[in-house]
């Protein structure tokens, strides 16, 4: 075997080696029960796991493009099952969406009472409602005297849209009884790979699939689409859908837009990418009337069933985050650095709508991702949200997409929810640093395309997912 002939053979094997000790490190990761008790700690396992992510991923440029995919699904599929080796870490959302499903399949719409409202007492169980001793864990709240549970404000009506409802319900039906946690985690699996597959898809069809490894083998994947169970990764798989379709059928890919902005709210951001280029305005209504009129088909009968609002918590959750005042919490913060507090919220409504206006009327219609990852991580770094599990969204976009620069985003994001615990204005920093990192990518994009101008027959090297 010759020297060239070897290479590839080396390199896929020292990637496969990384992705074995990332998995390895991940195991640690989920296992550590460390949020309440050693932020710090399992901070450092973090670090550990977006260093071996990194590795792996730089180490995949070598690979052929012919056997990345094969690499990328199998490490998709041990990374996703990492996350099964222990209950949610990090996050109790996946207990909301348990007692959800358990309502709704009972007849009662998740909107019109409160977990801890004693019209349900006959729906509680000891899982979801300990009592006694049991209570004084840390990640459980009280609902009465003796009486406490996994669930997250327990007091106020959940915040989720109707398509995430429909979730929660459907993997009620689906699991056995006594199943628990495992369940939204088994689902939470299924969609992360589901997008692996789905990303593949698309990514092959431009002749490299290899940088579907930014999202099949980002520790976030197990820590927040499988551990934590966030709902979040079925919008993802349903925005990474709308955006592939969109470029060949608007009609299809807006539906299917409105149907992850009804799993999720947040998809809602990726307006204006899906509307990259539109010129004509029945162009856009191809668009914006399917999403639209799948909104409103899911709202309307949680709208005639409910006798609560099917907004739930959404404003109080908003005040809460300090998205409503600047004065408070640490959203803005980057903004908040160079501005007074009362303008930081007028500032992210202009630079949204500045971005927004670019990337529809200068965005590549045959690449709608790019411009919604643009329109999206500015939005973080405008909002610098302080949950880590957003970020999954901007993680699928950078697969699709491939400026990696922008996974410093969703760093900044896990920074701001865990390491802040131990490190104040932890999370501000790092949003800082991911900020200069997107300047500093730019630049460097810039500066070579450029030069690819100047001398088109230069050779250079390709991040994975990139093309001349």
Known sequence: MTRSSSEPVRATAATAVLVTALVAALVLTVRKDG?????AGLSWLYAACWTLFAAAVWSLRRVPARHAAALVLAGGVAVALTG??????????????????????????????????????RYRDDWLFPTGKACGAPDLAPVSEGVCTRINRPGVHTVYP??????????????????????????????????????????????????????AWCPAIAVEAVNNAHADTLAV?????????????RAWGGALLGLATAAKL??????????????????????????????????LPYVLLSHSSVLGYLGGYAGEEGYQDASTGDRYALLRLLLPDSWALPAVLAGMAAVSVHVIRRGDPDRPWSGAL??????????????????????????????WEWLSVAVAGAAAYLTGRA???????????????VLCGWAARRRAAAGDRTDPGRHRSLSPGESR
Do not use: M, N
């Open 35 to 39: 949020y309440f008790t050693d932020p």
């Open 84 to 121: 099964l080796v222990a209950p949610p870490r990090t996050s109790t959302d996946s207990f909301r969406y348990a007692w959800d499903g358990r309502v709704q399949a009972a007849g009662v719409s998740p909107y019109d009472h409160a977990p801890a409202d004693t019209a349900l007492l």
């Open 423 to 437: 490190v104040p204005h932890a999370g501000t920093a790092a949003y800082a640093v991911a900020a200069l990192a």
């Open 374 to 403: 643009l329109v999206t991580g500015t939005a973080f770094l405008l909002t610098t949200p302080g949950y880590s599990w957003y970020a999954l969204l901007l993680i699928a976009l950078v697969a699709l997409d491939g400026r």
């Open 266 to 299: 947040l998809p809602a951001v990726l307006l204006p990418g899906a509307l990259s280029g539109v010129r004509r305005p029945r162009d856009a209504a191809a668009t914006l009337l399917p999403a639209a009129a799948v909104l409103t088909a899911l709202y």
């Open 237 to 249: 798989l349903l925005s990474v859908l709308a955006l592939g379709l969109t470029v060949r059928h």
């Open 162 to 215: 109707p398509a995430g409802e429909l979730y929660f319900l459907l993997v009620h039906a689906l699991s056995p009884g006594g199943v628990r946690h495992k369940a939204f985690q088994a689902g939470g699996a299924v969609l992360a790979l589901a997008t692996t597959l789905a990303l593949l898809r698309l990514l092959r069809r431009r002749g490299d699939p290899r940088a579907a490894a930014y999202w």
